[in-house]
């Protein structure tokens, strides 16, 4: 028979509550958390068991999703989805066609859309922006820019720049990538509070402090 001497005894008891309160603070941290004190935004992220997340964004009649992973190290939640691609448009075409300037056009079977995408053609440190009509066109009376740069106004986090390989080129064709619309997390960290945990927005204005509530 083996004896188990007191210190021995409170020092597995003291291991055994600390494991269950740290698996206890894990699992209360699974279940869903949502924006707060933003009007007229709905937002909120779910945090999974298996240690997967879904975040959700909704803002009149704009729906945006994410997903990812997370981990909690201390008092933070941290959230990784998967590598954001280079681009949320991809060229379709692009050649020489009659007449002067140059011609932008964005298809997709959505026609609603399509009046949303700013277009810009860049030429050493001249920029000109013009917004593409009802048919996703948009025509500039200039010829052989540097650089095409595309943004789509409905989610408008970043431009997505194509280099011009062919000067004589003044046709060109773009469509949406089917990722344009979804959120993307790189190491964003949330620190824990009482009623959940608070931090940046992916979608919401940059170094301001949000709060998600369970």
């Not at 008891?13 to 600390?18: F, K, P, S, T, Y």
């Not at 999974?48 to 981990?71: E, V």
């Not at 932008?104 to 013009?130: F, M, S, T």
Request: contains cysteine; charged residues 20%.
């Amino acid at each position: 028979m083996f004896l188990i001497r007191p210190l021995a005894i409170g020092l597995i008891i003291c291991l055994m509550a600390g494991k269950s309160v740290a698996q206890s603070s894990k699992k209360t941290m699974t279940g869903e958390y949502y924006l707060s004190g933003v009007r007229e935004v709905g937002s909120g992220i779910k945090l999974n068991a298996d240690s997967t997340f879904d975040f959700f964004f909704s803002y009149g009649a704009l729906d945006r999703m994410g997903q990812g992973t997370w981990k909690q190290q201390g008092k933070q939640i941290i959230l990784n989805s998967r590598p954001r691609p280079p681009r949320d448009f991809a060229l379709v075409t692009s050649r020489t066609v009659p007449g002067t300037g140059l011609t932008i056009r964005i298809v997709d079977p959505n026609k609603q859309i399509l009046r949303y995408v700013e277009c810009a053609i860049k030429n050493g440190k001249a920029i000109q922006r013009e917004m593409t009509n009802s048919d996703g066109q948009v025509h500039f009376t200039q010829q052989a820019p540097e650089a095409i740069s595309l943004r789509f106004e409905l989610c408008p986090d970043r431009y997505s720049v194509f280099s011009i390989t062919n000067p004589a080129h003044n046709y060109f064709e773009f469509r949406f990538e089917p990722w344009i619309a979804e959120a993307f997390f790189e190491n964003v960290t949330y620190t824990l509070s009482e009623t959940g945990f608070e931090g940046p927005h992916p979608l919401l204005e940059p170094g301001k402090t949000y709060s998600f509530e369970h």
